[in-house]
């Protein structure tokens, strides 16, 4: 069995609700290392671009409103994002998160225990864990940038920029 490597996120309603505590709870019960982690005001175009895939389903726009937050506001407009790395590390995770829709999801899983449909029709399931090594990849390369990793994962280059950057003042 091959180490793999995963993008977790505690959605919006998930923090909303304070699960943080419990979902990191539960997902340590894979025995895998988080190697990366952050709080994150998710951008529509993040959010176009994690869920570009399914920009073609009716539920697409409440999809992405429901990423960023929207409904909930300041100070529950966020996710908490981890990647991490561990033996046969997606299938297990997956399994503890549950299926996609809440109402189907095995009850002891996070998103049957947690998750909820809402009137608009969105699954509000609480996490998003990656399905696949080539989509945990694609979605951690977006999310996190190597620095932000405790290890290289992936190969990496240096570039020279003349971009300006936020520091502290
Ligand atoms: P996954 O999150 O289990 O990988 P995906 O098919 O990749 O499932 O869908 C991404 C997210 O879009 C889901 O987690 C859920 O929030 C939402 N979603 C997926 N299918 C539906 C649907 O049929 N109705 C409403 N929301 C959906
Ligand atoms: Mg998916």
Redesign the pocket.
């Known amino acids: 069995m091959a180490v793999e490597r995963l993008l977790i996120l505690i959605k919006p309603d998930g923090v909303k609700k304070s699960l943080t505590g419990n979902i990191l709870t539960k997902l340590s019960e894979a025995k895998l290392t988080i190697i990366g982690a952050k709080a994150v005001k998710v951008s529509r175009e993040l959010a176009a671009e994690h ?1 570009k895939q ?1 920009s073609d389903k009716p ?1 697409f726009n409440e ?1 992405i409103d429901y990423i960023q937050g929207k409904m909930y506001g300041a100070p529950y407009d966020r996710v908490f994002a981890f990647v991490y790395q561990g033996e046969d590390a997606i299938a297990r995770m997956r399994r503890i998160a549950g299926a ?1 829709n809440p109402e189907e999801a095995d009850p002891v899983s996070i998103r049957g225990a947690y998750g909820r449909i809402t009137t608009k ?3 509000e ?1 609480v996490v ?2 990656s ?1 696949d090594t080539s989509e945990a990849e694609r979605e951690i390369k977006l999310w996190f940038s190597p620095e932000e990793l405790t290890e290289e994962i992936y190969p990496t280059k240096i570039i020279d920029t003349t971009i300006k950057k936020k520091v502290w003042a």
């Open positions: 869920y399914l539920f999809l996609t029709g969105v699954y399931n998003h864990c399905s």
